[in-house]
């Protein structure tokens, strides 16, 4: 069988050099002028065949296509917005109570402020009070000390005058004549 495939195909092959042999001197088929009335009747049956599938099929469905990327666009860029808009008004809140927060704080902070500044005004007052009252008890109690010193002191420059005289003189002074004489000096 391998044979009679290996002849047929030797047939043919020699049939159709012989045929390609005998036909050397015609034209190339397509610029043949004998077959261009065939030709542009298959050209416009192709052409015909060829605009029906585009514009019945292939067009409507690219056009389809087109249409629903440019509704998905659309969608998106109206969502894109709207989100935009979303996040501007929540910055702008955001904003807002930031600002309040300050406020509040900054006015917390200075009613705190004044509050501590009276109270510490209010206890340097009593001590400053206290301490007024220290010192003129204290004051009170050094000039009735003086007085009771300087009295003191009379009568010891008294005694201490009649001592030295009695010890230098070895005669003991009169008491009115040294009193007397203490007063002289002590006014001046």
Same mark, same amino acid.
């Given at each position: ?27 190339? $088929? $397509? ?28 067009? $409507? ?17 109206? !969502? ?14 955001? !904003? ?76 003991? $002074? ?15």
């Amino acid at each position: 069988m391998a044979e009679s495939h290996g002849e047929a195909k030797g047939q043919k092959a020699g049939a159709h050099t012989e045929t390609d042999g005998g036909h050397h001197g015609g034209a190339f $088929p $397509p610029f043949d002028s004998s077959n261009f009335a065939s030709q542009l009747v298959s050209l416009a049956i192709a052409f015909v065949a060829l605009y029906l599938i585009v514009s019945r099929i292939a067009l $409507p469905r690219v056009g389809g296509t087109i249409d629903a990327r440019q509704n998905k666009i659309e969608g998106d860029l109206a !969502e894109a917005q709207k989100l935009k808009d979303e996040s501007d008004a929540a910055l702008k809140a955001y !904003e807002t109570e930031l600002a309040n927060a300050r406020a509040n704080a900054q006015a917390i902070g200075n009613e705190t402020r004044e509050k501590l500044n009276a109270a510490s005004e209010a206890e340097r007052k009593a001590l400053e009070e206290k301490l007024a009252a220290k010192l003129a008890d204290a004051e009170k109690q050094i000039a009735t000390t003086r007085t009771n010193a300087m009295s003191n002191v009379r009568g010891i420059a008294a005694d201490a005058a009649g001592a030295i005289v009695q010890q230098l003189a070895g005669v003991t $002074p009169d008491a009115n004549a040294v009193n007397s004489a203490v007063d002289a000096s002590l006014k001046g």
